[in-house]
């Protein structure tokens, strides 16, 4: 089981950056692809990132290709997600989780496990 803690979301105009982290404890991410989903209330939650252990692969879904940029550091146990040009309709509450690494799962929302409380990501002028 992986247990991570994400952090660096904010409020943010239209337009805007944002870098997320995730950081994991006790025994870092034990092999697992990891990546990013995100949630508003009342809706499913969106997987949109997953990068494989060794970070030679990452999907992402098209609503944030080439404005999302995931990395990591497997020594540090620490994710990151750059997010730039920012939209309101990116707003939600981002998650890091264990995922599986075939673009064809990323949204399907039983593939991700091991989630942590989440960063609020507001974008609003």
């Known amino acids: 089981q992986v247990q991570v803690v994400e952090s660096g979301g904010g409020l943010v105009q239209p337009g805007g950056s944002l870098r997320l982290s995730c950081t994991a404890s006790?025994?870092?991410?034990?092999?697992?692809?990891m990546g990013w989903f995100r949630q508003i209330p009342g809706v499913e939650a969106e997987g949109i990132t997953c990068?494989?252990?060794?970070?030679?692969?990452?999907f992402y879904v098209d609503s944030v290709k080439d404005r999302m940029a995931m990395s990591r550091d497997n020594d540090k146990n620490t994710l990151y997600l750059q997010m730039n040009n920012l939209k309101p309709e990116d707003t939600a509450m981002y998650y890091c989780?264990?995922?599986?690494?075939?673009?064809?799962?990323?949204?399907?929302?039983?593939?991700?496990?091991?989630w942590g409380p989440g960063t609020q990501v507001t974008v609003s002028s």
């Open positions: 990068m494989t252990w060794s970070g030679g692969r990452t």
């Open positions: 006790r025994g870092g991410f034990g092999g697992h692809a």
């Open positions: 989780a264990a995922c599986v690494s075939l673009p064809r799962l990323i949204q399907v929302a039983s593939t991700w496990h091991d």
